[in-house]
């Protein structure tokens, strides 16, 4: 017979980004909380494969209810990873290393959107895009810097237990079944990514593969985030850059593919034709969760299930929005006050 237990105020389902950076602002609130991982904490699959680019990719990146989320989340960044290392956590490598967009086909929609709506700056040259604010982060290292200040806070993580199910009892979400028994909870945080929907139909979120190398380079060879067509090249401090990326409608498939590998070199040699033909160090794959419409995640109470909070769905920027989007959900929870 399955065993319960309260352990926590909250439980947070998924040790990404999204709900690593949740579990760490609800604990900093004062509440208990726990985060339980169907794989090993943070190795997330589009969080820890994301290129940490701390921007949209295109304009209209995101849609106007968005819009707030990411404002509040870049402008938060740097403290945030400041005070992340200085609780003696990971450095995330937080810097400002700009975006070059290589012959955007609108540029009046660029200057727009990311300048009017985004506040980034950006400079016309000839016919290319400069955004000198662009800043960027490692995305494994900041997962395993939210992970050490989370745990090191009094947080508790349960790493390689899938959550199977919700426990409900009427309406109201009490906890979440395991194999290993029940955990009960006064609120539990939806942070599953792509694999939400299979928790709560509210989670409207589907998978979609992203595959990137990364390959051999000195460091300050590339001098700043490259951008064409929705693909890049982001340059790490140490010297390798990171190519990226694919966007494949491929279900649950988390394979890498040959065409994809041929595909990403192809997008280098016409982004940087000198790297073309250096050593691919790495190849692998994420799943983004994405959303039916574009530029829209799901950061709000579930409107059929009481105490289930959702916050999912942010496809290519997860990364980008995970502070904004933890601090909101965190002031939701806080406050108790449920909308229906």
Do not use: K
């Not at 740097?78 to 005070?83: G, I, L, M, T, Y």
């Not at 010297?239 to 498939?253: K, M």
């Not at 909101?328 to 108790?336: E, N, Q, T």
């Amino acid at each position: 017979m399955a065993s319960s237990s309260r352990s926590a105020d909250v439980l947070v389902i998924g040790a990404g980004v999204i709900g690593l950076s949740t579990a760490l602002a609800l604990r900093r609130a004062g509440l208990r909380v726990c985060v339980i991982e169907r794989a090993a904490v943070g190795r997330g699959s589009a969080s820890w494969a994301g290129g940490g680019i701390l921007s949209p990719l295109e304009p209209g990146g995101v849609d106007d209810a968005t819009l707030p989320i990411l404002r509040d989340s870049l402008a938060r960044y740097p403290a945030w990873c400041e005070a992340l290392v200085a609780a003696g956590a990971v450095d995330p490598e937080y810097r400002v290393s700009g975006m070059r967009v290589q012959a955007p086909a609108d540029l009046a929609a660029w200057t727009d959107f990311f300048e009017r709506r985004c506040g980034l700056r950006v400079e016309i040259a000839e016919r290319d895009a400069w955004l000198p604010d662009v800043a960027q982060v490692r995305s494994p290292r900041l997962l395993r810097a939210l992970s050490t200040a989370f745990v090191a806070g009094g947080g508790e993580q349960v790493e390689q237990q899938a959550v199977i199910g919700l426990e409900t009892t009427g309406d109201r979400v009490i906890g979440v079944r395991t194999a290993h028994g029940v955990r009960s909870a006064a609120v539990v945080v939806l942070a599953a990514g792509a694999w939400s929907r299979a928790l709560s139909a509210d989670a409207p979120v589907r998978p979609v593969r992203g595959q990137m190398l990364l390959i051999d380079a000195a460091p300050g060879e590339l001098d700043a985030i490259v951008l064409r067509d929705g693909r890049y090249l982001i340059p790490r401090r140490d010297g390798p850059v990171l190519v990226g990326s694919t966007l494949e409608e491929a279900g649950f498939g988390d394979e890498v593919t040959d065409e994809a590998r041929t595909s990403l070199l192809a997008s280098v040699r016409e982004m940087a034709p000198r790297l073309a033909q250096r050593r691919v160090l790495a190849h692998w794959s994420g799943l983004r969760p994405a959303t039916p419409a574009p530029g829209t995640c799901v950061v709000r109470w579930a409107p059929a299930t009481r105490g289930l909070f959702l916050n999912t769905g942010h496809h290519r920027l997860g990364i980008t929005l995970a502070p904004g989007s933890a601090q909101r959900a965190a002031d939701a929870i806080v406050s108790g006050v449920e909308r229906r």
